[in-house]
């Protein structure tokens, strides 16, 4: 099994600062990564798939980097709804499909 | 767009089957997704649970596949999970959510707003 790990768990900032957060693959996923956001009681969102690539209507305040088994997603001007929980997860192994922890990211 | 709505049982007897049926709405069960479940604990993160295709072919967590079975009903636009022998640690919010194949992309773009299942007496 690919194990991702998200870091920090928790990163607390203020708005308007920028937001970096961290994902690990313990193998090698190429670029078959993806980032979601959640908000309490709400369905995950994608942000951004392929490592780098934004869905649809996402903000370009959001990008995400990386290949092999570091990747970072970077939220460049955080806004008052952009607090939430942000998950990565691969699809680099099928059938395997896994997610990290999660990073919430909080109001400072 | 795709729409998907989760129904089922709200809580379930310790031993016994959960059963969830996803309703697809917009979009037809036999293009190109596949359909998956995932759950996630109360306060705790997401578990891909498995993922069914048109065909009936069937694709499981090893975590669970004991445990863990899936169908599709294509006439219905409909898709199931069944999970047997439950226990409190399968109480969780149940998404049903599609996916395109590994060489597309196995990610999830589309997500029903989940079903909260409790496990318990």
């Known amino acids: 099994e690919i194990v991702m790990t998200q870091s920090p768990a928790t990163l607390s900032l203020s708005p308007g600062e920028r937001a970096t957060l961290s994902c690990r693959a313990s193998q090698s996923v190429r670029n078959n990564l993806a980032w979601y956001q959640q908000k309490n009681g709400q369905a995950p969102r994608l942000l951004i798939s392929g490592a780098s690539t934004r869905a649809t209507g996402i903000p370009d305040r959001f990008s995400g980097t990386g290949a092999g088994t570091e990747f970072t997603l970077t939220i460049s001007s955080l806004q008052s709804d952009d607090f939430a929980v942000y998950y990565c997860?691969?699809?680099?192994?099928?059938?395997?499909?896994?997610f990290g922890q999660g990073t919430r990211l909080e109001i400072k | 767009q795709v729409q998907l709505q989760e129904s089922g049982p709200g809580l379930v007897k310790p031993s016994e089957t959960l059963s969830l049926t996803c309703s697809v709405s917009y979009y037809s069960i036999t293009s190109d997704y596949y359909w998956a479940w995932i759950r996630q604990p109360p306060g705790k993160g997401l578990e891909w649970l498995g993922s069914v295709y048109q065909t009936g072919s069937t694709y499981y967590n090893p975590s669970l596949q004991s445990r863990v079975s899936m169908s599709i009903d294509t006439s219905r636009d409909q898709f199931s999970l069944y999970l047997s022998s439950v226990t409190a640690a399968d109480t969780a919010v149940y998404y049903c959510?599609?996916?395109?194949?590994?060489?597309?992309?196995?990610?999830?773009?589309?997500w029903g707003q989940g079903i909260l299942v409790t496990v318990s007496s």
């Open positions: 959510a599609p996916h395109y194949d590994f060489w597309t992309g196995s990610y999830f773009e589309h």
């Open positions: 997860q691969q699809y680099n192994k099928w059938p395997q499909i896994t």
